[in-house]
């Protein structure tokens, strides 16, 4: 038997959060839905989690690697233990909206809505976010019209009138309670979207049934029982009236309505100044918003593959009123208000046309839009306030994929451009009146958009990880050039000793410490080991000296075999250098052999893993060792000596000479200051020559190196500057910074000002 620990007291909770005041309280019916609509989401919920551990553990095993395979299994473990507390803050979330519906009173007047309102919509880049925008519109474009019905219903029993996206059974809060509630997850974001995947599944795919219980509760106590709650599918032969039928009953909420109004009441202050006078003849006799779209429809078919800039909507629009008017013989012309709505719209593709942040291939195919995002505007007014309309997010979100697209991109080839090219056709082919079909596009699109940037940020995090491991071996080359030049710069030794630290010691050195750093036992001892080859390169007199060096010689061999070894150091090479070696150590034991006469001696042992050559050089068993300087004559010949003069310089792999120096600019200049409010996720635009740009996206900020990382829209590297560099591509002005703010937003708050800057003249 399953324990009942997690289960939510929906009354009590209901108690605590109903309002104290007779205003405040829910009808029964309400009551009733709130806790039928509870019960059935707590056991949908119940049935993600039961399944959850399934999915995570098939997941984990075909994981590519064991470290992906530790994250679900960490994520497995953290949804068992926070189960109980995601499903009760979930089914929480559920209810509080219930518990606001009746705080406001009947008749409260709207506040009037001012064009300071009309603020750019924050635009959301999150994983999540996009996730959510696709699960929402894939519910609204199933079961749209049972959440109208609900909403009507809604509105006729509390005062605080709501509209699809505040419905508190609606999927856009559904879906913010659920992310909310597993805010607490310690988890990846590949590991979040596959929950929300189960959630779409296992709760999301039943609502339809929960609507239609919902609206059923309501009908059943006398709400509306007129409203016909079976959910329509989607049909291109209905009307305008059928098809727009169910967002009507639904209603605007009034805050919507008075954007449009407010637009309206510009229009005509401006009439006569930017915009032409209505002069109408008398018997003018205005057309229905269904003839109009009949019209638009027309214009729809016959429009130009090719819309260029000087193509005017409300120019094409008015020749056909007066074929119309010769044929009728009566004046035809569009209503006022669909005027206003041909202005707007034409004002706002006329921004999206001049627009620089878009490419010119792209602005061809979104001005096709034209007449598609005109047809909606007059069928719904609230596609000039409302952020959330499927027409106006398919139109931002189509901008926004199109930001990284390059004019060299082949457009012939490119998924995202022929995506883009299908939206749109398939727009002009069977878009008649169903606004429907935007939210089924958009969803589409959604989906598309999300896998592309799912492969691009994949390529990009690499493109970030290699660029960081990048930085870590410069790091690593600088402190290597440093302790080579502490103690070679200025000396004179064997050239063999040098080039052999230069060439390989220095390989070792990297790679140590890359792997251990700095502060490690095996840098220090790499550096004992340079520093003994170094010691026993040089000539010493000490007796105690040659001593030492008689003892050290092997175990310095060792140590420098197995460190070129570790480092996959070229064997032949390798073999070259300690041949050298062999010859320079000899050489240092021969000059035991020819001495003065001996003034006083020291006893040693020879070891005995001295190689043959250095055996013979040495007689057996105890050798005397003079104390007395060899003069001149006895000097070593044959080996090869050269002063460290110059600082040694490292090059990366793949480079043949060292960076050139750049040119520097003073720390308050402009320039800089422009480079310091570079963002990582800015989008640029660098213009090669006359021809070509290119248009990238700053990835990464590489800070021990201070190198810019740019990506294309793959998430490929294209770039690679310095924040010097970049300040002198600013000072040149061939680097432009591309606005990523959505473009429906953009353009209608361009549109806003100019009315307003218009009114003032």
């Known amino acids: 038997m399953k324990t009942d620990a997690n289960v939510v007291h929906l009354n009590k909770v209901a108690a605590e959060q109903s309002p104290t005041s007779p205003a405040g309280r829910l009808p029964v019916a309400l009551i009733h839905l709130r806790d039928r609509a509870a019960q059935q989401l707590k056991q949908a919920l119940q049935a993600l989690f039961d399944n959850a551990d399934d999915t995570l553990f098939e997941m984990a095993d075909r994981a590519a690697s064991n470290g992906e395979q530790n994250a679900f299994f960490e994520a497995m473990r953290d949804l068992r233990l926070k189960r109980k507390n995601i499903e009760r803050s979930f089914l929480q979330k559920v209810i509080e909206p219930f518990a606001t519906l009746n705080q406001y009173e009947i008749g409260k007047p709207v506040e009037a809505v001012s064009f300071d309102s009309l603020a750019l919509v924050q635009h959301d880049e999150l994983e999540e976010a996009v996730a959510l925008d696709a699960m929402v519109a894939k519910v609204m474009s199933r079961d749209g019209v049972a959440v109208s ?25 559904l879906c913010g309670a659920f992310l909310e509630a597993c805010s607490s997850l310690g988890v990846e974001i590949k590991v979040k979207l596959i929950i929300l995947k189960l959630f779409e599944k296992y709760v999301l795919a039943d609502l339809d049934q929960l609507y239609a219980e919902a609206n059923q509760i309501l009908v059943t106590a006398g709400v509306l029982p007129e409203l016909t709650s079976a959910p329509a599918r989607r049909n291109p032969e209905r009307g305008v009236a059928a098809a727009y039928g169910a967002a009507e009953q639904a209603g ?25 006078q209505r002069e109408l003849p008398a018997d003018a006799a205005p057309i229905t918003s ?3 779209l009949r019209l638009l429809s027309h214009m729809q078919q016959h429009a130009p593959a090719q819309v260029s800039n000087d193509f005017d909507l409300r120019e094409q629009l008015e020749q056909l009123l007066s074929r119309a008017s010769v044929r009728s013989g009566k004046a035809r012309v569009v209503g006022e208000v669909d005027e206003d709505v041909i202005n707007l719209v034409s004002m706002l593709f006329e921004f999206i046309l001049d627009d620089r942040t878009l490419p010119d291939s792209l602005k061809a195919l979104i001005a096709r839009l034209q007449i598609p995002m005109l047809k909606v505007a007059v069928l719904d007014k609230t596609f000039f306030s409302r952020g959330s309309h499927p027409a106006r997010r398919l139109l931002n979100e189509i901008a926004s994929a199109a930001l990284g697209w390059g004019e060299q991109d082949d457009s012939q080839r490119d998924s995202l451009y022929q995506k883009i090219e299908q939206v749109v056709q398939r727009l002009l082919n069977d878009f008649v ?10 969803a589409d699109f959604l989906a598309f958009t999300g896998n592309e940037r799912r492969r691009s940020d994949l390529l990009e995090q690499r493109t970030r990880d290699a660029e960081e491991g990048s930085a870590r071996a410069e790091l690593a080359r600088r402190e290597v050039e440093q302790v080579l030049n502490e103690r070679l710069l200025g000396k004179c030794l064997p050239e063999v000793v040098v080039r052999l630290l230069q060439e390989a010691w220095s390989k070792v ?76 150590h000899v050489q240092a034991f021969q000059r035991f052999k020819r001495v003065m006469p001996v003034v006083d001696t020291v006893q040693c042992e020879v070891p005995a893993a ?39 310089v490292l090059l990366a792999p793949g480079r043949s000479t060292p960076d050139e120096t750049e040119i520097c600019l003073p720390d308050d200049d402009e320039a800089l200051l422009q480079v310091d409010n570079l963002r990582v996720g800015s989008w640029v635009e660098f213009q090669e020559d006359e021809e070509h740009k290119l248009r990238c996206k700053l990835a990464a900020v590489i800070k021990p190196t201070g190198k810019y990382i740019f990506v294309n829209r793959t998430g490929m590297k294209v770039l690679e500057k310095t ?39």
Do not use: Y
Not at 433 to 441: G, M, R, T, V, W
């Open 149 to 173: 019905h609900l909403t009507t219903r809604l509105n006729a029993l509390v005062s605080k009138k709501l509209d699809d996206m505040s419905n508190p059974l609606g999927p856009t809060l």
């Open 252 to 276: 605007a909420g009034a805050g919507e309505q008075e954007v449009f109004v407010a637009l309206q009441t510009l229009l005509a202050q401006v009439r006569g100044h930017g915009l032409p």
């Open 290 to 292: 269904n003839d109009l």
């Open 433 to 442: 009146d169903d606004p429907l079909i935007f939210s089924e596009l958009l």
């Open 509 to 584: 050195l990297m790679l140590t410490c890359l792997k251990h750093g700095v502060d490690s036992p095996e840098w220090r001892a790499a550096l004992a080991t340079m520093d003994d080859l170094v010691w026993s390169a040089q000539a010493h007199e000490d007796p105690q000296a040659r001593l030492r060096l008689l003892e050290l010689v092997p175990g310095l061999l060792k140590a420098l075999r197995e460190g070129m070894a570790s480092a996959a150091f070229d064997p032949f090479s390798t073999g070259e250098f300690f041949s050298q070696l062999e010859a320079l």
């Open 610 to 648: 001295l190689d043959a050559e250095m055996h013979a050089a040495l007689p057996a068993g105890d050798v005397e060792m003079p104390l007395l300087e060899l003069p001149p004559a006895l000097e070593p010949h044959g080996v090869a000596m050269v002063e460290v003069v110059e600082e040694i």
């Open 723 to 761: 924040r010097m560099g970049l300040a002198v591509e600013f000072r040149r002005k061939s680097i432009r910074l591309l606005d990523d703010a959505l473009l429906f937003d953009r353009a209608l708050e361009s549109v806003i000002g100019n009315l307003r800057r218009l009114k003032g003249t």
